[in-house]
């Protein structure tokens, strides 16, 4: 009991410091951030930060994972019935969901990507990356794949090239949201999805 204890406590203190890092990052950038400051932030000594992390890339790696991890676990957890059409709307509403929720620190993002390009912790952000697009865009195949088989989508759509590319359009429209504070996200995914479900499902 007592050791169970121990560890909730130290996994809730880890996870508290790696959402005050995501917040130190987004504000002032990897370069910009330091452990001193996340250590601040989280309301802990710098040696406290350094008994669950290495560095300042180990912070800013568990940081992404994060990240990555909570999309995936969101769509994990929608288990919408119905037609494969409304079940993709559900994931699509679940993926504009978190959009808007992480809107404001989508520079962290950008600084996910420029670290994935040329630091070195590439290796690690870009097996993280592939591991949560390959997942998302199984989400997504999956639903088509069912859409096929009980005749609501067309037989000759290539379900893997839609999945792929309705995830790059989520993570553009992310982009997008970030840039332009006044974009009405959600009524840009409906409409997308409305137009392109058009080309999918077979016409009487």
Not at 71 to 84: N, R, Y
Request: hydrophobic share 50%; glycine share 8%; net charge negative.
């Amino acid at each position: 009991m007592g050791s169970s204890t121990t560890q909730d406590r130290k996994s809730a203190k880890r996870e508290a410091i790696i959402q005050a890092a995501a917040a130190v990052f987004a504000e002032r950038g990897f370069a910009g951030a330091t452990v001193a400051g996340i250590a601040a932030s989280a309301d802990v000594g710098k040696g406290t930060v350094y008994e669950y992390f290495d560095s300042k890339e180990d912070i800013f790696l568990a940081v992404f994972e994060l990240l990555m991890g909570q999309l995936a676990e969101d769509l994990a957890t929608q288990h919408p019935g119905g037609s494969a059409v409304e079940q993709l709307r559900v994931f699509s509403e679940a993926f504009v969901a978190w959009i808007n929720h992480t809107s404001e620190a989508y520079s962290l993002t950008l600084e996910f990507w420029a670290a994935a390009g040329t630091s070195p912790m590439r290796d690690r952000l870009m097996a993280a990356f592939r591991q949560g697009y390959l997942q998302y865009r199984e989400f997504i195949a999956d639903i088509l794949h069912q859409g096929q088989e009980h005749g609501e989508i067309r037989p000759g759509v290539d379900v893997e090239a839609v999945a792929t590319a309705l995830v790059g359009m989520w993570d553009a429209l992310g982009l997008q949201a970030w840039m332009f504070t006044d974009l009405d996200v959600e009524s840009v995914n409906r409409g997308f999805l409305d137009a392109m479900l058009t080309g999918l499902i077979p016409q009487a």
